[in-house]
Structures are given as structure tokens and as C-alpha cells.
């Protein structure tokens, strides 16, 4: 177990609705991250968080945002949903959110656009 | 930016054989590669990492090792066992990138299929 929890762990929805996605991070990790993963694609990068500021930003579209809260927990909130956003989310997090510390993945949101 | 290519996609071995998979990155700047391993219905979960300052790291039966010279690096896993069936992924990272995670780029996965 990695100590980070995602939720739901499931998600379906029809296409131009939005969703949200939950993600607590390991105990004492200060940095957030947030991965897409499809089967052609693999781990893309979508965005990081440290202690709640943007830290870094990858190749996330302008229908998807993200927020790192007080409390280190973050919500990846995706809108307008096209068939193609369907794929596994993940979370990460890190104790310092530097680019050469180990990352812990969460168990994932599997989103389904129909 | 950072360009790792991973072989194989797929690779299949006998039970108690050895399996390597292979990654090659393109900026002579990275000096972490971690090696992720992914079971089914689980997130990416790291197995074992080396930093630029050495050539060959160890951990039971999982070994890695650099060549910086030519840009690659490997994971060598001995006398396999079901449980090492799953997607394992190597990785590239410059401290010098900027910094954030956008410096840290993934392989595209190898498939491990232990046969029994």
C-alpha cells in the first residue's frame, strides 16, 4: 500500500459533462502530482502541486484544472468530457516534489466517456 | 525536452529465467532513472532506482544498470517468479530540467510475462 488514496475508483459519464477526481496524499508528502495513462500514450504528465502552488505543468488541456487544498489533498476537475478522455487517472505525491524523489501512485480512477 | 525509448513492448519468459529490459534516453543532463513497476489494477509502484554517480545497483533479484557513455540503461531481473508479471517502466529525470515533475519522463512500458 502506497498511502495514497484515490477516489472514486470508477467513473462513468457521458460525453460534455464533468467530473471530478479525489486524491489524499501520503502522510508527510507535501507535493501532489497528477498522471493520465491510456493505452497508447502511457504515463503522460498533467500536473504538480507543492504545498499548494502549481509547481509544474504538462501536457493537461484547458478543459482540465487542479487544485492542491490546505489540508494536501487535491481534485483534478475534468469538464466538457470527449470520448477521448477516457483512460486511467492517477495521483502521485512526494515528500519534496523535487524532480529526483521517488514517486508513490495512488490505485487510480478509471474514467469511462460514453 | 527528454526522449526515453523502452524494448521490449512485450517480453515473455520461462519461469526461473532472466529478463532484461532495455531504455535509452536522449539528454546526457539526466542523472536519475527509476525503474516502476505496475501489477494489474494497481498504480506504478518503484522497484528500484540508480543516480548518475554510479554504474550498477542491486536489490535481491532486481539489478539496474548506466551507461552514460551511451545513453542507456537496464533492468535485469533473475530466477523470475510469477508475481514479477506486470508492466514495468523506466523513467529519465535531470535535476537541472527546472526542477518539477515536468522533468521526469517515462518509457512506454514492457509487458513481463512469466510463463510457468
Known amino acids: 500500500d502506497s498511502g495514497v488514496t484515490q477516489t472514486p475508483k470508477h467513473l462513468i459519464t457521458a460525453t460534455g459533462q464533468r467530473v471530478t477526481l479525489r486524491c489524499s496524499p501520503r502522510s508527510g508528502d507535501l507535493s501532489v502530482y497528477w498522471y493520465q495513462q491510456s493505452l497508447d500514450q502511457g504515463l503522460q504528465f498533467l500536473i504538480q502541486y507543492y504545498n499548494g502552488e502549481e509547481r509544474a505543468k504538462g501536457n493537461i488541456l484547458e478543459r482540465f484544472s487542479a487544485q492542491q487544498f490546505p489540508d494536501l489533498h487535491s481534485e483534478l476537475n475534468l469538464s466538457s468530457l470527449e470520448l477521448g478522455d477516457s483512460a486511467l487517472y492517477f495521483c502521485?505525491?512526494?515528500?519534496?516534489?523535487?524532480?529526483?524523489?521517488?514517486?508513490?501512485f495512488g490505485n487510480g480512477t478509471r474514467l469511462t466517456v460514453t | 525536452g527528454e526522449n526515453v525509448e523502452q524494448h521490449p513492448s512485450t517480453l515473455s519468459v520461462q519461469e526461473g529465467d532472466s529478463a532484461v529490459i532495455k531504455c535509452t534516453y536522449s539528454?546526457?543532463?539526466?542523472?536519475?532513472f527509476p525503474w516502476y513497476k505496475q501489477e494489474l489494477g494497481k498504480g506504478p509502484q518503484l522497484i528500484i532506482d540508480i543516480r548518475s554517480n554510479v554504474g550498477e545497483k542491486k536489490d535481491q533479484r532486481i539489478a539496474v544498470t548506466l551507461n552514460k557513455t551511451a545513453k542507456h540503461f537496464s533492468l535485469h531481473i533473475t530466477e523470475t517468479q510469477p508475481e514479477d508479471s506486470a508492466v514495468y517502466f523506466c523513467a529519465a529525470s535531470s535535476e537541472y530540467s527546472g526542477g518539477g515533475a515536468d522533468g521526469l519522463t517515462f518509457g512506454k512500458g514492457t509487458h513481463l510475462i512469466i510463463q510457468p
Open positions: 539528454d546526457s543532463a539526466s542523472n536519475y
Open positions: 502521485a505525491s512526494s515528500v519534496d516534489g523535487r524532480v529526483n524523489s521517488p514517486l508513490h
